[in-house]
C-alpha cells in the first residue's frame, strides 16, 4: 500500500480557475490521537492481498533538511492480513504485516521521510513448503516544486515534485536458502493531480461528499475520495497503466476531532464485521465472503527511524536500510504490528 507518496494527503493548488460553488477543501487541522482505519484489498504479482491498514497522528517536532528546520507531523502506520496466489504452480496461503513511519510537513502534508517495513510468512499447500519474506525502505524526499496547495475545489490542479533517495532491501528465506535483494535509488519525481468533481461516496463509515482527485504515479494512477470532514481520503482505489485496479481501501472508521464527533473507536467495543471481495483484484474476480477483523491489544510502542535521529543533525543521504541509527524493527524495536497507508492524497 507503499511509492514515494504512500499512503495519502491531500494538499491542492490555489485555483486559478473561478472558485465553485460546490464543495471546498481547506487545509486540515490534525491533533496526535487522530486515526483512519481501513480494509484493504490489493495484488501483488500473482498475490491476492487482503486486511486492514490504520494511521495514527503521533505527534509533532521539526526535521532538518539541507540544513533548513521544518515542522513536521509523525505519523505512524500498521497493516496487517492476509494473502493467498500461485507461485509456480502452487497454492501459498499466507499473512502480512506492515509497520510504517512518516514525516510529513505542515504547510501541504508532503511526506519529506519515510521508514518502511514489511513482513510477510506463507505456506505451500501442496509441497507444505514455508518462506518468509522481509523488506525495508527508507526514502526521503527533497521538494523541488510543489504548486499542489490548500484550499481545492473541483477543477483545481497542479504538481509536486521531488529529488528522491530510496536504499531499499528484501529477503526471501525458504528451504532452497536465502535470497537477498538491495538497491539504492536515486530520481526525480513529478507527480500531477487534478480536482475532477464532486460526490458521494458510501463505505463502511458512512456516506460522505467528496471530491474526486486523480494522482499520476509512475506506472498508473491513484484515485482519491477526499473528505473535507473526514480530513482524509474515503476511498482510494490504484490503477496500473491498462487501467485495472491493483488495490482499494475503504474507511470503516476514524477519529478527526476538528471534523466533529466521530463513529466509535474500533480498538474497543465489539467486533467488526464486514463483507469483502476476496480474490484477484486485477481480474475483478473473486467470491464475497466475510473477514472478521478482531479486537486486538495494541503493539509495544516501538521508536521510529525519525525518533532516533538527532534534531540538530541535517539529514542527507541515508546510510541504507542497515544503518544502525535505530530502525523499527531492530534491536528493541517491534515488529509484530504494521501500519499502513496516510487516508489523504500525494505528499
Not at 528546520?69 to 492476509?82: A, C, I, M, S, Y
Not at 474497543?268 to 476476496?278: H, P, Y
Amino acid at each position: 500500500m507503499r511509492g514515494w507518496m504512500p499512503v495519502i494527503l491531500l494538499s491542492l493548488l490555489l485555483a486559478t480557475v473561478p472558485p465553485s460553488s460546490g464543495l471546498t477543501a481547506p487545509r486540515p487541522t490534525y491533533a496526535v490521537g487522530d486515526y483512519w482505519l481501513y480494509s484493504m484489498d490489493a495484488t501483488l504479482f500473482s498475490l491476492s492481498l487482503h486486511g486492514s491498514l490504520n494511521l495514527t497522528v503521533e505527534g509533532f517536532r521539526t526535521f532538518r533538511v539541507n540544513g533548513t528546520d521544518f515542522p513536521v507531523v509523525t505519523v505512524l502506520f500498521e497493516g496487517e492480513g492476509t494473502f493467498r496466489g500461485e507461485v509456480g504452480g502452487e497454492l501459498f496461503l499466507g499473512n502480512w504485516t506492515i509497520q510504517r513511519s512518516e514525516l510529513w510537513e505542515t504547510q501541504g502534508y508532503k511526506v519529506l521521510h519515510r521508514y518502511n517495513r514489511t513482513h510477510a510468512t506463507g505456506l505451500g499447500q501442496t509441497s507444505r513448503l514455508n518462506f518468509t519474506l522481509e523488506g525495508v525502505d527508507v526514502t526521503t524526499n527533497l521538494l523541488l516544486r510543489d504548486t499542489w496547495t490548500f484550499p481545492v475545489v473541483a477543477g483545481s490542479a497542479g504538481f509536486v515534485e521531488a529529488n528522491v533517495t530510496s536504499p531499499q532491501w528484501f529477503n526471501v528465506t525458504s528451504a532452497f536458502g536465502e535470497t537477498r535483494f538491495a538497491e539504492n535509488r536515486t530520481y526525480t519525481e513529478r507527480r500531477n493531480l487534478t480536482a475532477l468533481e464532486v460526490g458521494t461516496i458510501a463505505v463502511p463509515a458512512g456516506a460522505w461528499e467528496v471530491l474526486r482527485v486523480n494522482e499520476s504515479i509512475r506506472g498508473g494512477w491513484v484515485e482519491h475520495n477526499y473528505s473535507p470532514a473526514v480530513g482524509g481520503d474515503v476511498r482510494q482505489e490504484m490503477f496500473n497503466e491498462t487501467g485495472a485496479s491493483v488495490s482499494r481501501l475503504e474507511l470503516l472508521a476514524y477519529r478527526y476531532q476538528v471534523g466533529g464527533p466521530p463513529p466509535s473507536d474500533p480498538t474497543r467495543g465489539s467486533d467488526l464485521l464486514l463483507a469483502v471481495a476476496f480474490g484477484g483484484l486485477v481480474a475483478g474476480g473473486g467470491f464475497v465472503g466475510f473477514w472478521r477483523l478482531r479486537r486486538r491489544k495494541r503493539p509495544p510502542r516501538w521508536r521510529s527511524y525519525e525518533e532516533e535521529l538527532a534534531e540538530e543533525r541535517d539529514v542527507g543521504p541515508p546510510e541504507g536500510p542497515d544503518d544502525p541509527e535505530g530502525a523499527p524493527g531492530r534491536g528493541g524495536g517491534s515488529s509484530s504490528a504494521g501500519r499502513g497507508r496516510s487516508p489523504l492524497p500525494a505528499r
